[in-house]
T-cell receptor, first 110, second 115 residues
Framework: GQQVMQIPQYQHVQEGEDFTTYCNSSTTLSNIQWYKQRPGGHPVFLIQLVKSGEVKKQKRLTFQFGEAKKNSSLHITATQTTDVGTYFCAGGTSGSRLTFGEGTQLTVNP | NAGVTQTPKFQVLKTGQSMTLQCAQDMNHEYMSWYRQDPGMGLRLIHYSVGAGITDQGEVPNGYNVSRSTTEDFPLRLLSAAPSQTSVYFC??????????????FGSGTQLSVL
């Protein structure tokens, strides 16, 4: 079945440093979603990408969808302590449910 | 709107006990689902429903039952709890059928420990 792999599993950064998490699918995706889960909280939807090569920005967050629609990345510029949490990608294919990656747990040292 | 409401927030069970995790949504979503979250394994789909009276298995359905008698409610039943079912459980809902890329709305989760 479809697999979605996410790296790294953990990332520790100093406040102000950049952060990137990568998501790779074993199959071509029709869409990819990103979620953020704060410590002790529940996943919250951030964004969805559907087009090949699509790039979307939300303030300091930049999301990319690969040309082959099999990979995606989330980049945070100049991290802040409010960025702490686990970031999940979730890939969707036609006719199937979303498959979540393992998540990247981000810690930010002030 | 309350969104997706899960109860209880915490539960401790002994091996072999049964229990029901409750999930309710007030957004008139057709699609509802249950996930379990284990360290390093992301969110894995247990069961889902695309409407009242319709349920189907996800990736890890063994040991769990569901039913969907109303649009609002989607309870998850553990028939005979096992230590391997210790996990955090999330209920999630969305518009549509869950196959069209609709975003998921998650409940606040239930932390379950089976001793």
């Amino acid at each position: 079945g479809q697999q979605v792999m996410q790296i790294p599993q953990y990332q520790h950064v100093q406040e102000g440093e950049d952060f990137t998490t990568y998501c790779n699918s074993s199959t071509t995706l029709s869409n990819i979603q990103w979620y953020k889960q704060r410590p002790g909280g529940h996943p919250v939807f951030l964004i969805q990408l559907v087009k090949s090569g699509e790039v979307k920005k939300q303030k300091r967050l930049t999301f990319q969808f690969g040309e082959a629609k099999k990979n995606s990345s989330l980049h945070i510029t100049a991290t802040q302590t409010t960025d702490v949490g686990t970031y999940f990608c979730a890939g969707g294919t036609s006719g199937s449910r979303l498959t979540f990656g393992e998540g990247t747990q981000l810690t930010v040292n002030p | 709107n309350a969104g997706v409401t899960q109860t209880p927030k915490f539960q401790v069970l002994k091996t072999g006990q049964s229990m029901t995790l409750q999930c309710a949504q007030d957004m008139n979503h057709e699609y509802m689902s249950w996930y379990r979250q284990d360290p390093g394994m992301g969110l894995r789909l247990i069961h889902y429903s695309v409407g009242a009276g319709i349920t189907d298995q996800g990736e890890v359905p063994n040991g769990y039952n569901v039913s969907r008698s109303t649009t609002e409610d989607f309870p998850l039943r553990l028939l005979s709890a096992a230590p391997s079912q210790t996990s955090v459980y999330f209920c999630a809902s969305s518009y549509g059928t869950g196959q069209g890329g609709e975003k998921l709305f998650f409940g606040s989760g239930t932390q379950l420990s089976v001793l």
